[in-house]
């Protein structure tokens, strides 16, 4: 059954203008009045709809049943990554997504080709957060993983948001624990976070300095992994 992201409050009972969004999808898959679909807000579960009205640009909806139907992992983890170049970073959030992440974290580190600020930095935050609202659709996921606004790293890193967390950096530095050594002496009922660096990695000053931070250097073996995969590759090992 289609599923849309509608990001207001739901009720039962309640005759609803679909958002922009829903809506214009809906009207692409050629949908009639009486057809079902499934909404769901990011609040935990999802709603039973039946479509009422097709208009040129708006389309109407009559909520049914709530669903608490939860898919999220029972472990959350987060990924704050140097925002690999083109659009490999679209990529990297609609896996994630689809994976299960809890948030993502885009950054400017010291080997970032892409840089962003300002209005295109927005811009790009709106659109990778699309990207997770679709990717949301497609695979099932209630709660829509959060995209944060870009940040530099140094900034980041000495902010105390993330100080409730288990938190890692994916490094190639000689000396470092495996990642399956470091999920082991996690306790099982804390948030995890990892930071991956870009295309080249993060900096041996940015890895000091993120250990300074409480960041624990793993390793995810021996082979070197593109930016997008080494970040994926962690969240795969810690969801599973």
């Not at 009045?33 to 097709?54: C, H, K, V, Y």
Request: hydrophobic share 45%; aromatic share 4%.
């Amino acid at each position: 059954m289609p599923r849309f992201h509608c990001p207001v409050t739901l009720q039962a009972g309640q005759n609803l203008s679909l958002p922009a969004n829903a809506a214009r999808h809906v009207q692409v898959l050629r949908m009639q009045p009486g057809q079902s679909i499934t909404l769901f807000n990011g609040d935990g579960g999802e709603w039973d709809a039946t479509l009422t009205r097709m208009g040129r640009s708006e389309v109407e909806a009559m909520i049914g049943s709530h669903h608490a139907i939860d898919r999220e992992p029972k472990r959350s983890v987060h990924l704050a990554v140097g925002m690999p170049a083109n659009d490999r970073m679209d990529w990297l959030v609609e896996k994630a997504t689809e994976l299960g992440v809890a948030s993502v974290q885009p950054l400017h580190t010291a080997h970032s080709v892409l840089r962003l600020n300002g209005e295109r930095a927005a811009k790009k935050q709106a659109h990778w957060q699309s990207v997770a609202v679709a990717a949301c659709e497609q695979c099932g996921g209630n709660r829509v993983p959060v995209v944060h606004a870009v940040a530099d790293l140094s900034a980041w890193l000495a902010s105390a948001s993330t100080r409730h967390l288990s938190r890692a950096i994916l490094s190639l530095a000689s000396g470092t624990q495996p990642l399956s050594a470091f999920l082991a002496d996690s306790p099982a009922s804390q948030g995890l976070l990892f930071l991956s660096g870009p295309e080249g990695g993060l900096s041996a000053g940015e890895e000091a300095m993120a250990s300074t931070a409480g960041f624990n250097p793993v390793n995810l073996g021996p082979r070197v992994l593109r930016a997008e995969t080494a970040a994926l590759a962690a969240l795969v090992a810690a969801l599973h």
